[in-house]
Every structure is written in structure tokens, then in C-alpha cells.
């Protein structure tokens, strides 16, 4: 198997981590959809990534479903609970993540109502008000807990872990270790973890 993407990419980086925790080999091949001679869309008809691309040939994306089958190939360690309720809340915050990194992306990468003015204006504050809202209920919900659900490391804190790395790296003006000191001790347990700091983006 491999995993199609770039190092930068949050939903990437989430399957990588994922893939690494389930100790499943995956080889990882770098490929910017934008970039020419890209063979993303080849792989996923609608450009994105990440994609996997199995030993037979066949595909699965997007970065929900991916983990969801690398859950299926390899059920232990379990880090989505196969109990509903359990699953249901991993799942929440893995939207509540995806959820944050789009709205670093929309600011990022300025996408918004460009043609109108006063809508505009209003378009970055909006997106921030996403982050703090997501940011504050991480802060909370971790406060005196090691992890985001139960007693173990599951796919909320694969997620929460790369949506906090991603507002400080791609919005570094947020300020979020500043705003948000009770992510502080968090973060630093995420990244003593083998998954987190050989997935983190270079620089370029």
C-alpha cells in the first residue's frame, strides 16, 4: 500500500499518523496535485488528497474513509471504539479537526467571497471564530484528562493533534500556544510520540 499526498497536507499527515500507530507498512509517495505531471487525479477524480492506493491497484479517499479501512485491515491497537456511542464521539472530533483545518485553509489561502465587499470583511473574522470555538472545546474537554476519550489514545487525538499543528503552522499570526496555554502540556505529549514527530512538514 501507499499513501499518496504531501508533507504540508493535515489530512495527509492524519493518515500517516494513523498508519504509523496502527503499525501498518505504507510506503509514502510525495505528489502536489497542483504540481505538473501529478498523477493525483488519476488516483482520485477529484484531485485531492490523500489517496491510498492498495496492492491491487484500487483506491480509497478521502482521508475519512482511508482511515476507516486501515481501522478494518488492522482492528488492534483500536483507535476507533467499535462500541457506537464511543465511535461516535472519536468521529465528532475528528470533524471538529477537519472542521479547524478548513478554516486555517480558507484564511491561508484566502478563499471567500471575494466579489463582495462587506461580505469579505466579515470572512476572515468568521473562519477565526471557527478556530477559537474548536480550539476552546479541546482546552476543555482535555483539562486534567491525558487523552480526549477514555483511557487510551484514539483517532481524536490523532486529529486534534493535527489540527493544533496546523493552525501554528500555516497561521502562525493566531497565536494559538498563546491563547490557548491549556494545549500547551497536550501538544507536547502528542509530539513525543513516534507518529507525530516523523510526520512533521518540513519547512518548504
Excluded: C
Excluded at 505538473?36 to 482521508?63: M, Q
Excluded at 463582495?116 to 466579515?122: L, V
Excluded at 487510551?152 to 493566531?174: E, K, S
Amino acid at each position: 500500500m501507499k499513501i499518496v499526498g504531501t508533507q504540508t497536507s493535515p489530512f495527509v499527515r492524519k493518515v500517516r499518523v494513523f498508519a504509523i500507530e496502527k503499525n501498518i507498512n505504507v510506503d509514502y509517495v510525495v505528489d502536489r496535485p497542483s504540481s505538473p505531471g501529478s498523477r493525483v487525479a488519476e488516483f482520485n477524480p477529484l484531485g485531492k488528497i490523500p489517496v491510498l492506493v492498495l496492492d491491487d491497484g484500487e483506491v480509497v479517499f478521502d482521508s475519512v474513509v482511508i482511515v476507516d479501512y486501515l481501522e478494518g485491515v488492522k482492528p488492534e491497537p483500536q483507535l476507533i471504539p467499535t462500541e457506537f456511542r464511543g465511535r461516535i464521539a472519536v468521529r465528532r472530533w475528528e470533524a471538529l479537526a477537519d472542521g479547524i483545518v478548513d478554516a486555517v485553509v480558507n484564511i491561508s489561502h484566502q478563499y471567500g467571497p471575494m466579489n463582495d465587499a462587506e461580505k469579505h470583511a466579515a470572512w476572515i473574522p468568521n473562519q477565526e471564530a471557527k478556530i477559537e470555538r474548536g480550539l476552546s472545546l479541546i482546552e476543555r474537554t482535555i483539562a486534567g484528562r491525558e487523552w480526549l476519550h477514555g483511557a487510551g489514545f484514539t483517532l481524536a487525538d490523532i486529529a486534534a493533534g493535527y489540527a493544533l499543528a496546523y493552525v501554528d503552522y500555516a497561521l502562525p499570526r493566531f497565536e494559538r500556544r498563546r491563547r490557548f496555554p491549556g494545549l500547551s502540556a497536550y501538544s507536547e505529549r502528542l509530539m513525543t510520540r513516534p507518529s507525530f514527530r516523523t510526520t512533521v512538514p518540513s519547512a518548504s
